[in-house]
RNA sequence: GCGCCCAUCGUUCAACGGAUAGGACAUGGGAUUGCGGAUCCCAUAAUUGAGGUUCGAUUCCUCAUGGGCGCACCA
């Protein structure tokens, strides 16, 4: 079809033109359709319904017999595309051949070799529910990118450094110098009188190294245990130092001639490169800031790991540091399109109406952990998934406690389970019908409810190539709630266990369709599959 | 003061610049003799305001209003 258009237009249009080809989210529209006629009318001084005309005759003709239903010109300019239930029928056996590979691809090229940053949360305490919405996040966008076919690296990013003020700080506080972290002694040592003990014996700095890989040990047990997410790697700010790779990065920058010295600190020329003003790399008394580290990472990434793509998920309070980075990269000639920052705007934690304002204060920290124990591993992580990244939404905790068993996550759940549950029915009672691919008369998937649960599942592959390319995770959660939703629709409506066996044949392997993709759906959501519930 | 993000049914979230703005929760009705009623069907109900660009604007631009977050030699 594209083909078609695009052939029609290189005949007719020296200039590009921008078109698209869409599925309309209302039906009445078709299953796909395209405004390119309505883009060209201006071009071609002509009006759109004439193109569309002619587009139409020139897609007839390089389709296949009987690929399309029909295909309807509508204003002002649109032209709307019916898929034939042969064809659909088609795709259904497509999906019973490929499985669990059915929606995957390969990436050939260019851009294929991904890192992919989050969570990465302070080694100086807990990690807490706002955390949440970049650790899921970014887990269910690895498994995205990964069925797309890149080969993606996750990676969690230690903020470790003994340098750092933040590590002194942590220090201070464990010996007692300090009460920055004031919930350390309840959350830390309470427990742990030895762990005090060993530490009051260090500097502030060996202190807050030391009670930094004690707190960085419990997160990441409870991400892996509890959260249930796995990263390739831990990486250790502190091992920049060790590897000397932040005093090359300085070198590199200095003799890029980026940098100048003031006021007994070195700083990077930004604002020659876009950023409001120009940054500290060296501070007067010599240590690193937290940016010359950070671009010694990315210096790593880029440039000694080679990764085609770097994408980091960040929390919306480090949006303002973003462009610094960015900056930065592109003065070491690292190409735009190289880096991506997705900002995770803030969870409002809110309790029955009222927010709930985080603090530092002991016992006041609203963790991950207490929130998956409230409402559950598959509604927390559904919920986070369920929004766009740049929308700033309201967890309601009260609620969400309240209503987990009506949480949406459970609606998908239970089309799965029905589904299954139906396989099971046939295979225990050793029935006639036979589950396979031999010999199916997929013709005889002809009502409506069968059509539309067919044209359903057959979204599944754009879906996954939308979000490898706009990272927008929330459409396939979207998508798994519609094909449930046209799954319990079509359970009311037909049925798959009938008198008729060749029926029977074909409905058991729309089933299993059905199976196939909410399976690899909800796997690369990181959703459950239940057996019963 | 400057910058980034957000504003959509009662509530909470969707909608690559497309056609009749969609779902969930809440509210009000309804569905029993067969595959699991954690389901299905119907109804009520929304684009913050004012301009602009466009064949077409919830979407892009400007201003206003109201929120979130930044603006360190913290990370």
């Known amino acids: 079809m594209l083909k078609a258009i695009i052939d029609l237009i290189k005949k007719s249009v020296k200039s590009d033109i921008n ?20 883009r060209l009318a201006k071009i071609r001084k002509q009006p759109p319904l004439e193109i569309a005309e002619e587009i139409r005759v020139a897609v007839q003709a390089v389709a296949p017999q ?4 029909k295909i309807e010109i509508a204003a002002p300019g649109f032209i ?62 690895a498994n995205i990118l990964r069925f797309a076919g890149y080969a993606v690296k996750t990676e969690y990013y230690v903020n470790n450094a003994r340098v750092s003020e933040q590590i002194k700080n942590l220090g201070k506080t464990a010996i007692g110098e300090s009460d920055a972290y004031p919930y350390v002694g309840e959350l830390y040592f309470k427990k742990n009188q030895a762990l005090k003990k060993r530490l009051g014996k260090l500097s502030a700095s060996e202190a807050g190294y030391a009670l930094a890989d004690h707190i960085q040990k419990l997160n990441s047990d409870f991400i892996k245990k509890k959260l249930k997410i796995k990263f390739n790697d831990f990486f250790e700010e502190e091992s920049l130092f060790k590897s000397g790779e932040v005093e090359a990065g300085l070198k590199l920058l200095k003799k890029k001639k980026l940098t100048y010295e003031q006021d007994g600190a070195l700083w990077f020329k930004a604002a020659g490169f876009g950023d409001s003003e120009d940054r500290v790399l060296v501070r007067s008394g010599g240590a690193p800031t937290y940016f010359l580290t950070d671009l010694a990472y990315h210096i790593n990434k880029f440039l000694k790991r080679k990764f085609d793509k770097a994408i980091n998920i960040w929390g919306a309070d480090h949006h303002g540091y973003a462009p610094r980075l960015k900056f930065a990269l592109k003065a070491l000639a690292v190409k735009e399109e190289r880096f991506e920052i997705i900002i995770a705007q803030f969870v409002r934690l809110v309790r029955g109406g009222k927010e709930v304002k985080m603090s530092k204060r002991k016992g006041d920290i609203e963790t991950l952990e207490k929130l998956i124990d409230e409402v559950g591993l598959d509604a927390a992580r559904f919920f986070f998934l369920a929004h766009t990244a740049g929308s700033h939404i309201d967890f309601d905790i009260k609620l969400a406690r309240e209503r987990s068993l009506k949480n949406p996550v459970y609606y998908v759940q239970y089309a799965y389970v029905r589904c299954l549950s139906i396989l099971h029915k046939i295979k225990n009672q050793k029935s006639k019908i036979k589950n396979t691919n031999q010999n199916l008369k997929l013709k005889l998937l002809n009502t409506p409810e069968d059509i539309k649960l067919i044209r359903e599942l057959t979204r599944f592959p754009e879906i996954v190539e939308d979000i490898s390319k706009n990272y927008q995770v929330h459409n396939l959660v979207r998508y798994a709630l519609e094909l449930s939703r046209n799954f319990h629709n079509f359970y009311e409506k037909e049925r798959v266990i009938t008198d008729n066996k060749d029926l029977s044949q074909s409905r058991l392997a729309l089933a299993n369709g059905v199976l196939i993709v909410l399976k690899n759906t909800l796997e690369l959501l990181g959703i459950s599959l239940l057996e019963k519930m």
Request: no cysteine; proline share 5%.
């Open 19 to 38: 078109f698209d080809v869409f599925a309309p989210e209302n039906a009445v529209f078709g299953h796909y359709s395209t405004n390119v006629a309505l």
């Open 66 to 69: 009987g690929f399309f239903e």
């Open 80 to 141: 709307n595309f019916w898929l034939s239930p042969q064809t659909l029928q088609n795709e259904l056996k497509e999906i019973l051949i490929k499985k669990e590979r059915y929606g995957q691809s390969n990436v050939k090229g260019q851009m294929s070799k991904v890192l992919l940053e989050f969570l990465s949360a302070n080694p100086t305490g807990p990690i807490h529910i706002g955390n949440g919405r970049g650790a899921f996040l970014g887990d269910a966008l």
